[in-house]
DNA sequence: CGATTCTTTGAAAACAGTCAATCTGTGTGG
DNA sequence: CCACACAGATTGACTGTTTTCAAAGAATCG
């Protein structure tokens, strides 16, 4: 893989040479098998990670054992348990690789340290959970007005490329319907 | 009513006495009537808003008219279209006063001007938004885990203030079930 | 009061969930 | 190359919940 995250860093903000080295210098690149964690419940989490390559999801489980998935996130997407990161709390919540994965890590306090001295990153970091908000508003809107059938069609708009890349089951389970419904109103109007 | 604002900035951040004034001095104070809006879906949002006394809703409409209620705010809570008031677009929410409602308003101008110029200000912030994330995720996780019934009872632990002040079929367009399925989960409650 | 606004109720229809079985494709080991 | 296991997807019959529609009871307010 080329540089995924210098190309990443470039397109989303006006970093200099300079700033794409210290903040790279922080990291730590690591490869995630598919099926590995890299947080389990019960844990604190420690990292911000980057995604170079590959796909994973972060999931909570519900009362009987069954997943419940709050979010998917592939190449140029960012996914931690903020929650626990921030507050040095265990985690309630799961991530795992669905595919091999290449990722870039740094903890919380590497970060403070960035946003300090690289002020184009700390604006990147506002306007990235800004961002995550206004999407998260919106699914919450999706999740109380539409119906299942459009909540998928909604996903497929949105995350076009999840599809044929993760199993139809997890996209139930993040829509918030069993596999069998959703299986049941795509045969409906095929797509 | 006392400088609630003021009593906000003291609790939630170390600002100097100088700095709120700063903060103040940028603020237009505004007295909204029970039922007057002060967001409309088409219109642009101009303001980031404080409730220092009272009690609002941000919704937008369904295909069939129907209110689906994003959140509630009352006094102490920060509320706007956030997307649209970043953007400059038009936004596709309402905003209305469910009370008679006092709130201090700012241009996102002015709060650009102010995190540059009062460093604990962005810092207060970043918090609010961080938080306000987890609180969206945890929405998210609720939405597609919890029964109505479950649902509800999360909103009563979550928002014990609301209950009484806001009428039983906004808390139904909240949950995103019809006011009759509120009530009746409502009534099957033996203990 | 009279007029909204809000809440409740009943009955039927639409919808999603459950349980159990089957079908499909994939990959592994013999 | 085949047999088998496995994960994923589908189907059917059934149950339970939620919506819809229609109506009628409270509560609130000018």
Redesign the interface.
């Known amino acids: 893989m080329p540089d995924t995250f210098r190309r990443y860093l470039r397109e989303k903000g006006s970093f200099t040479d300079a700033q794409v080295d210290v903040i790279e210098s922080l990291a730590r690149a690591r490869m995630v098998k598919r099926k590995q964690f890299i947080l389990r419940a019960g844990e604190v989490c420690h990292y911000h990670t980057f995604i170079s390559n590959g796909c994973m999801k972060l999931y909570?489980l519900?009362e009987t054992g069954?997943e419940?998935?709050?979010?998917f996130a592939i190449e140029d997407w960012w996914i931690s348990d903020?929650?626990s990161l921030?507050s040095g709390e265990p985690s309630d919540s799961y991530i795992v690789a669905l595919e091999d994965t290449d990722v870039l890590q740094w903890t919380n306090a590497e970060f403070e340290r960035l946003f300090k001295e690289v002020p184009e990153f700390d604006a990147l970091f506002?306007r990235l959970?800004?961002k995550?908000?206004?999407a998260?508003?919106d699914?919450?809107?999706g999740?109380?007005?539409y119906t299942a059938e459009e909540k998928y069609r909604a996903f497929l708009e949105k995350y076009p490329g999840l599809m044929g890349r993760v199993p139809l089951h997890m996209i139930a389970?993040?829509?918030?319907v069993t596999r069998e419904t959703l299986t049941r109103l795509r045969g409906r109007r095929p797509a």
Do not use: P, T
């Not at 389970?173 to 918030?176: F, H, K, N, S, V």
């Open positions: 909570r519900g069954e419940h998935i709050i979010k903020r929650q921030l506002k959970i800004s995550a908000l206004d998260s508003q699914r919450v809107f999740n109380i007005s389970a993040y829509l918030g």
